[in-house]
């Protein structure tokens, strides 16, 4: 599942950051400002200068959101905590601007920010500088904890963590759960900078005054790094011995929810020296994360969640085995209740994806590719499924129905950034299972190009990215299939679109240079 996993699951990796039981959300806003709160967020669409001179105006910081329409995490979000009347009254203290990644210019203010994925929350005060930013995947409870705490914020949080690498003992509480609630696992190397990550979590976890905090700073930091093969007797027992204690401590389990759910069995992995320790310590982890979900409600994409967690184990733990008979209907009773669930469009857009990559955890193509094709007519974005059902033909070898899916994805696309990130996905495909159209594929990426000329700035983060990507990928087709008069051509067109688009405010660099590196 390689186009849903990451444009959906990935996006919902992200910081669960309490390490104490969060107050419900109701509890963080007066009854006063419930009983006044608005049936919706006053949300500013894209003004985003206009919203800091609002800021500056009333003092208010300014709560940015990164989004689009079509991503699962997004679409989460908008089915619960855009709803909760609780997080409606408190974005009455910001001045909420809500940042589609299609509207003009947000691709120039992703990059801007430093931006890597939907959905993100970032915090800012008038003058621009970070107070702190969350990752969309949070639950409700976590998310509003985090900005009540942060809506009275002053400190950028570059200055809170210097603070805490050099004078920790001066640190206060709640500069502490300012770096614990940060979104580390979807944008550490934008608060680290050139350090490594990894190393200046350990920093942390060392620095923290509390045990809990002191624990998730080591699991993030053991998150970031890369697993170390060689990893001795003692770091083993080491990272065995946190990791127990978080799985032993329902509250610490919840403040980690998704870095256990999605790095769960990695850590397993790593804190483990015999298959029977890591069998013992990932049914620790397993029962940790049904209880949490049973805390929480047993909401049916939680526990959809979870067994991912547990196919990720057992194929860690059993690579040569197939998957057991009681864990693939337990997969499958989990997808059949997530479908039945999700009811409006909001939550399916946040269902559907993960389901389909559940069920083909299982083996199971032909319910996932079922589930699809039903997803088509009711979703309100259908192009960002067909992706996925030209995976499933391509694995069963059916290349022209695979690039069909490809095509009418391009051709559905809306909005300006997510034509270019579709119409990249169709390039590939044709370099793939059909490089010897050479015409087939100049044509197609002559029009990916004419997408990028029809917003002057926009050549600029996801969408840069993707046409980075594209070119490396044009540039090894070309070596092995004699390509070079249609990359000469296609770069000359991409030089008329960078010279017609030089004046824009916002610029377009590198764009010039694209097939010349």
């Known amino acids: 599942m390689r186009f849903a996993l990451s444009l959906g699951l990935l996006g919902v990796v992200a910081l669960l950051p309490a390490c104490t039981p969060a107050p419900s959300p109701a509890a963080t806003a007066t009854p006063a400002a419930t009983e006044q709160a608005p049936a919706e967020i006053a949300w500013r669409h894209g003004d985003v200068d206009d919203a800091f001179a609002e800021a500056r105006d009333s003092g208010k910081p300014v709560l940015l959101y990164w989004g689009a329409v079509w991503c699962p995490p997004c679409n989460q979000l908008k089915a619960t905590l855009f709803k909760d009347p609780a997080f409606i009254a408190l974005t009455r203290q910001y001045v909420p601007v809500y940042l589609d990644g299609d509207e003009e210019g947000a691709q120039a203010w992703g990059e801007r920010f430093g931006v890597r994925g939907y959905p993100t929350l970032i915090v800012l005060d008038p003058q621009r500088n970070e107070l702190t930013r969350l990752a969309g995947g949070n639950d409700s409870e976590a998310l509003t904890r985090a900005l009540t705490l942060a809506v009275s914020r002053r400190t950028a949080v570059s200055e809170v963590l210097q603070h805490a690498l050099t004078a ?11 770096l614990g609630d940060y979104g580390w696992e979807v944008d550490a190397n934008r608060l680290a900078g050139e350090r490594d990550a990894a190393s200046l979590l350990q920093q942390l976890a060392k620095a923290a005054p509390e045990p809990a905090l002191q624990r ?9 790094g890369t697993p170390d093969a060689t990893a001795t007797p003692a770091q083993r027992d080491a990272t065995r011995s946190v990791l127990e204690a978080v799985l032993a401590a329902p509250a610490e389990v919840r403040a980690n929810r998704e870095l256990l759910g999605y790095q769960g069995p990695a850590l397993v992995k790593q804190a483990s020296a015999t298959p029977a320790q890591a069998q013992q310590l990932g049914t620790q982890l397993l029962s940790a994360l049904d209880a949490a979900d049973h805390a929480l409600g047993d909401k049916a994409d939680a526990r959809l969640g979870t067994v991912i967690t547990a196919l990720a184990l057992q194929r ?7 998957i057991p008979a009681a864990l693939k209907t337990k997969a499958q009773q989990r997808v059949a209740a997530a479908d039945a669930a999700a009811t409006t469009p909001h939550e399916r857009q946040a269902t559907i994806s993960t389901a389909v990559y559940v069920l083909r955890q299982i083996k199971d193509d032909a319910a996932a590719e079922k589930l699809l094709l039903a997803e088509l007519d009711r979703s309100q974005t259908p192009y960002y499924y067909m992706p996925e059902l030209a995976d499933l033909a391509e694995e069963r070898g059916d290349k022209a129905t695979a690039l069909s899916w490809l095509h009418k994805a391009y051709q559905g696309a809306q909005g300006p950034a997510t034509r270019v990130q579709w119409g990249v996905l169709y390039v590939e495909g044709l370099l793939r299972l059909a490089p010897d159209d050479a015409p087939a594929i100049e044509q197609a990426t002559g029009e990916v190009i004419a997408d990028l000329a029809a917003q002057p700035a926009g050549y600029h983060q996801r969408t840069r990215q993707r046409f980075e990507r594209l070119g490396g990928a044009l540039q090894a087709w070309s070596r092995t299939h004699h390509g070079a008069e249609s990359l000469t051509r296609l770069q000359a067109q991409m030089t008329a679109t960078c010279t017609k688009a030089a004046s824009s405010a916002e610029g377009t660099a590198g764009c010039e240079r694209w097939l010349k590196s």
Request: glycine content about 4%; charged content about 20%; hydrophobic content about 40%.
């Open 316 to 322: 860690q733990l059993h690579p040569d085995q197939a």
């Open 168 to 178: 920790p003992q001066d640190v206060s509480t709640e500069d502490w759960r300012v």
């Open 216 to 224: 998730r700073f080591t699991l993030l930091a053991l998150g970031a």
